[in-house]
């Protein structure tokens, strides 16, 4: 009872790891297209301030990711310590 218990628990976690990591790289695909869309028409607008808009909009782009790297990072260590714990 408390080992088939056990190993529910562990399957859970690391369906809601593979989730969170999944959530967080489409909401960082829809955050970047959104930065994309925005910038190309505040390019399209003001052409003379285009290379402060792309540079803005770089420097975005990246934090993003970044924000998306972690999660997949933080989303494989609870998939990995889900296993290690049925182990």
Do not use: H, Y
């Not at 976690?13 to 990591?21: D, E, I, Q, T, Y």
């Not at 955050?31 to 909009?57: F, H, L, T, V, Y």
């Amino acid at each position: 009872m408390i080992l088939s218990t056990l190993l529910a628990a562990t399957s859970l976690k690391g369906l809601g790891a593979g989730l969170g990591a999944g959530l967080a790289v489409i909401g960082a695909g829809i955050g970047i297209g959104n930065i994309g869309a925005k910038a190309g028409d505040g390019i399209a607008r003001q052409p003379e301030a285009s290379d402060n808009i792309r540079g803005n909009a770089l420097i975005l782009s990246a934090l993003i990711e970044g924000v998306a790297l972690f999660a997949v990072v933080v989303g494989l260590l609870l998939a990995l310590g889900a296993q290690d714990f049925a182990a």
